[in-house]
């Protein structure tokens, strides 16, 4: 083998090598820089908030009745009664009148005084509180549709990435780069 063929085979590998090499590099440095994002959806929770709510009332109450046998209506309606059958009639009439006077006297009074007892009533202001449930809806982040390469999948983030997602070593770049 002469000089200048080895010096040309030598050459001729290096080159070879050399480009190899370049363009494995530039192969490896192909890979995509971002992907591309197809549509972003905000993705929400319901949270039900309880809360008290409270409103003064006017409330009507009967008053305590002071005589609550209603003896004071029935012994004043007796005697009423009373008076008034002895009016009626003579001899034994009048006191089988009187009797009769007294016991319907009697029981017009006590139901007399418990109309009257029943109508006495007064009124109250009073605080009345319930709880009651507020809904509302809470962005828990986005639902992000994107294609890298020739692949088409769906990842949630916490912001919405505008039109493109970082990539880096093959992988999506998910955290907000503003803090």
């Not at 590099?25 to 972003?40: C, F, I, R, T």
């Not at 319901?46 to 209506?73: F, H, L, S, Y």
């Not at 009257?116 to 319930?130: A, D």
């Not at 390469?149 to 983030?157: F, K």
């Amino acid at each position: 083998m002469n000089k200048s063929m080895l010096v040309g085979t030598v050459l001729g590998v290096t080159i070879a090598t050399a480009g190899g090499g370049i363009a494995g590099y530039q192969w490896m440095n192909a890979a995509p820089k971002h992907a591309d994002v197809l549509k972003v959806s905000e993705a929400f929770r319901n949270i039900q908030v309880p809360r008290e709510v409270c409103e003064d009332k006017v409330v009507t109450r009967q008053a305590p009745a002071k005589d609550e046998n209603r003896i004071a209506g029935s012994a004043l309606g007796a005697v009423v009664g009373g008076l008034l059958g002895n009016q009626v009639g003579g001899g034994s009439g009048k006191k089988l009148a009187t009797i009769a006077g007294a016991a319907a006297g009697g029981y017009a009074g006590n139901q007399v005084q418990k109309s009257m007892q029943e109508k006495n009533t007064y009124s109250t202001t009073e605080r009345v509180c319930h709880t009651v449930t507020d809904s509302r809806k809470e962005l828990i982040g986005y639902d992000v549709e994107y294609r890298l390469a020739d692949q088409v999948a769906t990842v949630r983030m916490d912001h919405d990435p505008g039109d493109r997602i970082p990539v880096k070593d093959g992988k999506l770049v998910l955290e907000s780069t503003t803090n």
